[in-house]
């Protein structure tokens, strides 16, 4: 069985986290830094922010004050979309780094598939991981064929792709899934809660029951037994807690696919499908 700290090696071996701590809307300051302090100490090794939730400087700040070794931290931040093209690029990677104010960044990834300026902004990511600033760089809200075109034209292929996955998106997505698995890009699953929209599913509810866990953890313990990354978001220290609390149970192949019985491609964030 896993843990809370357990790590997959990515395609370029450096080793992450499954599992983190998600901080869109965590606000900066206190809140932030409080939030990001508490998981620490509950054992969560993974942060996940971007330039474009406004709190880099809070978990930079955590980061640098905790007693963990700074190497046992993961550090997740990302380019926003009006930062595409290769100058914007390495000026918004500089500007997420000074605000961390940390030595380096583990992943920095492309937010988003903006068209028409990807492969440029590609480049810059790859001068930016050559130059040993930032340990891995990946993607988010790739679909099938922003891979297929980024993996054509790319010297370092992305390590990770961040997209949304539930139970009730996961079949929607599985070519995307599919190409990630066949080209060795490590599947990040984000708003892994559907923000708490799916906890009436009766499924859930079920499951719930049967082992004693909250609709929260059923729902985590999916992605992590889809073989996904998970980074919840909470600023709340009990449900901190409670999201981490999933190391001791794991739902079957049945379970599974029960789950994603009612799946109708719900989502709860981007649709980044029609993105050419
Ligand atoms: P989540 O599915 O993680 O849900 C977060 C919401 O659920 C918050 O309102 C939180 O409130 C609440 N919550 C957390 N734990 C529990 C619990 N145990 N019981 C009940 N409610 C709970 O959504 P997010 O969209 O925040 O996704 C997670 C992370 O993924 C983000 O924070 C971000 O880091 C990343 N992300 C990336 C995107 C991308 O485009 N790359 C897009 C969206 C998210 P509270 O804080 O009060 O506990």
């Known amino acids: 069985m896993s843990d809370i700290k357990s790590r997959v090696k990515l395609n370029n071996e450096i080793e992450m986290p499954l599992f983190g701590l998600g901080v869109y809307l965590s606000e900066e300051g206190e809140q932030c830094i409080e939030a990001v302090d508490y998981a620490l100490n509950e054992g969560y090794r993974l942060i996940d922010t971007a330039s474009f939730y406004a709190n880099e400087k809070s978990v930079g700040k955590a980061v640098r004050q905790s007693s963990i070794l700074r190497e046992e931290v993961f550090v997740t931040t990302k380019l926003w979309n009006s930062d595409h093209g290769y100058d914007e690029a390495l000026f918004a990677f500089e500007k997420s780094l000074k605000k961390l104010d940390i030595d380096y960044i583990d992943l920095y990834l492309v937010h988003y598939p903006v068209p028409g300026i990807r492969p440029k902004t590609w480049k810059a990511m790859e001068r930016i991981y050559d130059e040993g600033m930032c340990k891995s760089i990946g993607v988010s809200n790739y679909m099938s064929n922003h891979l297929q075109e980024l993996l054509s034209v790319c010297n370092v292929p992305p390590v990770v792709n961040q997209i949304e996955l539930s139970p009730f998106s996961y079949r929607a997505r599985k070519a995307t899934i599919n190409t990630c698995l066949e080209n060795n890009i490590v599947v990040q ?47 709340n220290p009990g449900r901190i807690s409670e999201n981490a609390s999933i190391f001791d149970f794991r739902l079957d192949t049945e379970e599974k696919k029960a789950l994603e019985k009612s799946d109708e491609g719900f989502l709860v964030c981007w649709d980044p499908g029609e993105t050419e």
């Open 189 to 235: 699953n984000y708003s892994p809660l559907t923000r708490g929209r799916k906890f009436d599913d009766p499924v859930v509810q079920e499951l719930s029951i049967k082992y004693g866990k909250t609709p929260a953890q059923i729902l985590l313990r999916w992605g992590l037994d889809r073989g996904f990354s998970v980074i919840p978001k909470s600023s």
